[in-house]
């Protein structure tokens, strides 16, 4: 497995006023250790993941299944093995009020969940101000494997990616990034 693939802490920033979404990973020493852009005006999301912005070594696919965006899917794949590693779900309806996704493994078994932590803010977020950064937590089980945590910006999107709960290492940190990735261009949409 790539080696970007190795920290327990990622800070995910999203480039401003792009035409396309721009996210750089940065390891806990401040180096970028992954790149991604995503292509606007697709009608069915595909976000692909690279070594760095030279973009010449491809490392992970997003791919929404349908073109629906209310409850889609979309599956996270190794670009290097061709090998799905799971993939993300939203729960379109429960996403209204408070974002949450179902975190599903290699057979579409639901085996987590991501989920926005309080639905007061949830909802202060939604209709009083998009100011209120959010957090969010990734479950398998009553594990708490990941914790996603929006640095207060009003100026650039920062995600604060923390897996150092997942002692087990239950969740594949390639699923755990994508996710970051996601609730990225979903808060883009939303804001």
């Given at each position: 497995m790539n080696p970007a693939f190795s920290f327990s802490q990622y800070?995910?920033?999203r480039q401003v006023f792009a035409l396309t979404g721009k996210f750089r990973f940065f390891d806990p020493s401040?180096?970028?250790?992954?790149?991604?852009?995503?292509?606007?005006f697709k009608l069915r999301e595909d976000i692909r993941v690279?070594?760095?912005?030279?973009?010449?070594?491809?490392?992970?696919?997003?791919?929404a299944r349908q073109?629906?965006?209310?409850?889609?899917a979309y599956d996270v794949v190794d670009s290097a093995t061709?090998?799905?590693v799971g993939a993300l779900r939203r729960k379109g309806l429960a996403s209204l009020f408070r974002d949450e996704w179902e975190v599903l493994d290699?057979?579409?078994?639901?085996?987590?969940?991501?989920?926005e932590d309080s639905m007061g803010l949830a909802l202060v977020r939604r209709f009083l101000s998009g100011l209120?950064?959010?957090?969010?937590?990734?479950?398998?089980?009553?594990?708490?494997?990941?914790?996603l945590k929006q640095n207060f910006n009003p100026f650039t999107y920062?995600?604060?990616?923390d897996f150092s709960m997942d002692i087990n290492k239950l969740l594949d940190r390639r699923l755990g990034l994508a996710a970051g990735i996601l609730l990225a261009v979903v808060e883009g949409r939303q804001s």
């Open positions: 800070l995910l920033k401040g180096k970028l250790v992954l790149f991604s852009e995503q292509k606007m690279y070594s760095d912005e030279s973009k010449t070594q491809e490392v992970l696919m997003i791919k073109i629906v965006d209310f409850s889609a061709g090998e799905k290699v057979g579409d078994n639901v085996v987590g969940k991501l989920f209120v950064p959010q957090n969010y937590d990734i479950t398998f089980g009553t594990n708490r494997v990941a914790d920062q995600l604060n990616i």
